[in-house]
């Protein structure tokens, strides 16, 4: 039976007895009131009439007395008034009796006739509401019993669905919360059964069907790869470093909570978008793309800058990083791009550190330029004759010092400069400036070195060269790097080959020298502060070719090196016209 059926059928039955005690209680009530009213109404008024008439008749005196007027009208209301069996002939009798008394008054002996007339009525009246009494104590007592069992039936149903119905209903979802539970704690082998042919044997197979079914979901492969992406999703939440993952249509699939931070947009707003569209709106984000969506050399030197972003109320630095996801499908050759990941990682504490050397290092070189100064000045002095003449081992002593001191005061400005790159305080004094002018000062400060190995240098200019802008310091600082770097380098009496070209909008300058050549595991990083190639005449301590870089970029020019092992190396750079 169904419970909707069940509730309705308790219901109704509840609802149709107490209909049934609610006529029964008013049909007994009612034939109780009609008993009362018998007594009261049609009993009572004889009496009072007879009672009346009694008084009227000791009353009368002559026929046309008053109380002759009064004693007729009581008669007629109780002839009137004729409610039991023999009633009526008595009071006719009374009727006829009462006639001969006004016919002949002299008859006295009528009064006691018309008395006892009157008292005939006065019983059969006492006589029924007696009996109509008893009649009404009947119904009384009839009611009471039909109400009391129709109550007593009506409290048995009701107590009966209150103890059954409830628990027939309450046990099977007691019992289906349950089985809930149990499937939430992933115990998906639970089953209920309910046998009854109701909603709740539907909801039974229902529910065991969807139990089956998880189960299976649960030990195949698929909940396996949910389960493990879930996971990836989480640890990837759960990094520090800001994490952005692109499809190879450049669509957002996975942004952590870092990276929501950095970029100042939540979750919601990131995935599912386009990377492009979101860039349309938020300047970091078209930052971290632009090297998709503009694969140039420019994207490539912005792609190793860090980056310094507010976020999180402090400015921090990050090193972008971007990784491209490639797989080879099974049974193929080819890999396929599925999009790539960008990282953030944050260098703030490096980035602090780095700037704590920076400074140390421009204080530090700072005050030691003064004492390399006087140390040189000395030397200078001790050489003059006015302090002295000095002999032969002197000399060497002396001319020891001056090495000694020109390396530490080479070293010194270099870490000045360093200084000035790494804070990017580089003080640029941009003029035209003629590719010659910069060939032949550049010629000169490397003279004496060139003497001493007896090294030839051949130049290659073209005609009438045009004007560079350039900052001719710091480019002549550059062009006498890399002439120091080739002698150093360059056998005895060996040759060094400088040219000066003109290019579309640009003047490049190359130094190419004869020494052993640079191993092409280094060229990508010769570049690089406090490289130093192994095997090597380590003369200095890594920083002029990455200061050299530094000027050369600043003034939004190229730098570049060709190398062959055995043959030599080429170091050159280009500035704009």
Known sequence: MKIKTKLTLGVGLLFIMIILLSLINGAYINAVKNDTENVLVANYNTLEYARNMLLALDEISTPNSPATKKFEDYLKKQQKNITENGEKEIADKLANHYQQLIAQPSRNGLYPTLRHDIADIMQLSMEAIQ??????????????????????????????????????????????????????????????????????GELSKSFNTMAKKLEEYHDSNLHQLLFDKKRIETLINNMRDPVIGLDEKHIILFANDEASKVIGLSTNDLIGKTAQDVAATNDLMKLLINGLTNPSKEAEKQISSPLKIYAGGKESFFQKELIEIDITPTGEKEPQHLGHVIILKNITPFKELDFAKTNFMATLSHELKMPISSIQHTT????????????????????SIQKSNDHLLKITNELLNLSQVETGNIPLNIQKNNPNDILEYALQAVKSQTDQKQILILTDTDYQLPDIKTDIEKTIWVLVNFLTNAIRYSPQQGKIFVQVRKGKDYVSFSVKDEGKGIDQQYLDKIFDKYLQIPNTNKAGIGLGLAISKEFIEAQDGQIGIESTIGVGSTFYFKLPI
């Open 131 to 200: 009996r109509k009494n008893e009649l009404a104590k009947k119904t009384a007592l009839s009611a009471t019993v039909w109400i009391a069992l129709s109550s007593t039936i009506c409290f048995l149903i009701a107590f009966t669905l209150l103890v059954n119905l409830p628990s027939s209903i309450a046990g099977p979802i007691k019992e289906l919360s349950d089985r809930i539970k149990q499937i939430a704690a992933s115990n998906y082998h639970q089953r209920v059964h309910f046998e009854n042919h109701d909603e709740f």
């Open 380 to 399: 200078q002095l001790l050489e003059e004759q006015k302090t002295g003449s000095i002999n032969a081992e002197q000399r060497k002593l002396i001319d």
